[in-house]
């Protein structure tokens, strides 16, 4: 069975720093790979998936994702976070033929002035 | 565009009591979920749909019951409340493609006393 591990159930970080949220995966077979953003009540958004082809995926705010099959990871990166960031960052692995997500346990990111 | 939309967004009911929670979606997807959303325990799949009339238990089915008698609804069934069901309940749909996201409602928060 799969199963998404997220090490970090919060990450504080100042305003324009740099930051990586961790994601880690276990499966046996080909899988898609997603981070989803949680902003305070509200549902949650895809940020960006991976299904194939090059193993850095962008988001349109400047988040990206690199997916190291060695490593089974999916870590989130950005290079300077803004406060409007803050937000709960989920990583979720499905299946390449089936349409279940399995998410990780979430993390929160702080930014601070 | 309303998405996915969940109703009512709070709710607090008392132990025993009974209730149904709506989504509806207007993206004519054939794939429906609810979720419950834990603190430190990111989201499980309680039931989902894969098309009208059709229902299949997630990974926390006890306690609760569904049914998907039009495509854009899924109704999420409590019959006698219990406070571990207090939580934070999500709706999404998609289209059952696995290369494509799952769509979310903003949740209905839910407290059993």
């Known amino acids: 069975a799969q199963s998404v591990t997220q090490l970090d159930s919060q990450v504080p970080v100042f305003e324009e720093a740099p930051v990586e949220l961790r994601c880690n995966y276990s499966?046996?077979?080909?899988?898609?790979l997603f981070w989803y953003v949680q902003y305070p009540n509200q549902g949650l958004q895809l940020l960006l998936k991976?299904?194939?082809?090059?193993?850095l995926v962008e988001s349109i705010n400047g988040f990206e994702a690199e997916f190291n099959k060695s490593q089974t990871s999916f870590h989130l990166r950005k290079p300077s976070v803004h406060i409007s960031d803050t937000a709960e960052y989920f990583c979720?692995?499905?299946?390449?033929?089936?349409?279940?997500?399995?998410f990780g346990t979430g993390t929160r990111l702080l930014v601070s002035p | 565009n309303a998405g996915v939309t969940q109703t009512p967004k709070f709710r607090v009911l008392k132990t025993g009591q009974s209730m149904t929670l709506l989504c509806a979606q207007d993206?004519?997807?054939?794939?429906m979920y609810w979720y419950r959303q834990d603190p430190g325990m990111g989201l499980r799949l309680i039931h989902y749909?894969?098309?009208?009339?059709?229902?299949a238990k997630g990974e926390v089915p006890d306690g609760y019951n569904v049914s998907r008698l039009k495509k854009q609804n899924f109704l999420l069934g409590l019959e006698s409340a219990a406070p571990s069901q207090t939580s934070v309940y999500f709706c999404?749909?998609?289209?059952?493609?696995?290369?494509?996201?799952?769509?979310f409602g903003d949740g209905t928060r839910l407290s059993i006393l």
């Open positions: 999404a749909s998609s289209t059952g493609q696995p290369r494509q996201p799952q769509h």
């Open positions: 499966s046996s077979v080909s899988v898609y």
């Open positions: 991976y299904l194939s082809g090059s193993t």
């Open positions: 979720a692995v499905s299946l390449s033929g089936f349409q279940k997500l399995v």
């Open positions: 993206m004519n997807h054939e794939y």
């Open positions: 749909s894969v098309g009208e009339g059709t229902t």
